[in-house]
């Protein structure tokens, strides 16, 4: 019996080119094709499944979408997900595809290796690698397109010679990585960080300059830092992203042209449209703001951060992450009430809070009460203010002079 591999397979030109080779140069008779549904366009699966048949390779396509809402874009909700910008829409997907190929590995009777399309500059292959490698430690690991360095015109030509079916049109201008969580669109004439980003690029969002005139108004539910309804409407983490990123995207909302260090220490200039991950990440922050205690806060964004930096890295079974989500998930027990956003030409604005754990209370804030505060036992709080600053600010005049 020949050599079988499991290719990770988006069934774009570089997973595609890789089955070919993986035959030819590689020498596996059996190529195993596993596509993972995470919320790209419904034509990306079924080219897939199409390109496989042609290319005779055992397919399985898996829709994980709901998994993938609930498992990783509800805890990048729990944790405000931000890198330098970026709500990590690629980044937690990846955990997710590898660990669904290791399902179909292990169900297969024989696998000598994985392989995956990554090239050497990116992200991706060091997210897809720890997952597949933790999981199944002991099958190794083929990168053809880092391997072989080829470049696109390469990989265009060693397709067309061997007649694998490639829609060059889509595939050429912009390089594109789409789910349910974000859109990123890299590469052409994005490449020159000074080039303005063309409204062509855009799939999901209006432009702000051409969304409507009438503002749209929108309210939360969350519980336990999760958002569970809209508009009062029970919805689940799937539906509700999928809603939101239709409903915010008409107004403009979730546009980001950024500039990303990715982790070999590249810096690249990235698009972003994250309608969803923009509206309920303003959501939860505005809902943590009022719940929690101001030093809490402080820290949260600390660990907010390092959960975004292992989240962008992959490592998502690393046991950092897992401590720092057993504070995030302790505090999230408050983060429940809701939260009222106004969404207008690209901008989602929270125009109200409420939550039954609100660290606030009216009455002491207010500029018209006096009974729940007598604000005369203050002086002497207020003298002590700030004394080793006014000690030193006379120092500093005796000094000078
Ligand atoms: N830079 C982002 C990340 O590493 C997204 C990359 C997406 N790839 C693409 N071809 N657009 O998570």
């Not at 108004?217 to 809603?243: C, K, Y």
């Not at 002491?364 to 600053?389: I, N, R």
Request: with cysteine; hydrophobic share 40%.
């Amino acid at each position: 019996m020949g050599k079988t591999v499991v290719l990770v397979y988006s069934g774009g030109l570089d997973t595609t080119v890789c089955i070919p080779l993986l035959r030819e140069e590689y020498g596996f008779e059996h190529v195993v094709t596993v596509t993972v549904d995470v919320g790209q366009p419904r034509e990306d699966i079924t080219d897939a499944g199409e390109r496989a048949k042609i290319l005779g390779t055992e397919h399985y396509a898996v829709d994980a979408r709901a998994e993938f809402a609930r498992d990783y874009c509800v805890p990048a909700v729990r944790a405000n997900a931000d890198y330098q910008g970026y709500p990590l829409s690629t980044a937690i997907a990846r955990p997710l595809i590898a660990s669904k190929a290791v399902e179909i590995a292990q169900r297969l009777r024989r696998v000598d290796a994985f392989a995956h399309g990554c090239t050497g500059k990116g992200n991706d292959q060091f997210r897809i690698e720890f997952m597949l490698r933790t999981l199944m430690p002991n099958v190794p690991i083929i990168a053809p397109m880092r391997e072989r360095n080829m470049t696109r015109s390469e990989e265009i030509e060693y397709a067309r010679a061997r007649g694998v079916p490639i829609h060059q049109s889509s595939e050429k201008i912009w390089s594109i990585d789409e789910n349910l969580w974000g859109r990123s669109i890299e590469g052409g004439r994005l490449e020159d960080p000074n080039y303005a980003p063309p409204e062509e690029i855009f799939q999901w969002t209006q432009s702000p300059l051409s969304a409507p005139d009438t503002p749209h108004i929108l309210t939360l539910t969350f519980e336990n830092g999760i958002p569970v309804a809209l508009d009062g409407q029970p919805m689940e983490p799937f539906a509700l992203i999928q809603h939101l990123n239709e409903l915010a995207g008409q107004h403009g909302v979730g546009r980001i042209d950024m500039i990303e260090d990715r982790m070999i220490g590249l810096k690249v200039r990235e698009n972003y449209e994250c309608p969803a991950a923009t509206v309920l990440i303003t959501a939860h922050r505005a809902l943590e703001a009022l719940v929690c205690a101001r030093d809490e806060l402080r820290f949260k964004a600390q660990a907010d951060r390092a959960w975004a930096e292992l989240a962008y890295a992959g490592l998502w079974v690393d046991p950092f992450k897992e401590s720092l989500e057993a504070f995030i998930n302790k505090v999230q027990e408050r983060v429940a009430g809701t939260v009222t956003l106004r969404l207008f030409k690209g901008s989602a604005v929270v125009i109200g809070r409420q939550s039954d754990w609100a660290l606030y209370d009216e009455s002491l804030a207010s500029f018209d009460d006096k009974t729940a505060f007598d604000q005369s036992e203050m002086s002497g709080a207020v003298k002590a203010h700030g004394m080793p600053a006014r000690l030193y600010y006379q120092l500093k005049r005796k000094h000078s002079s």
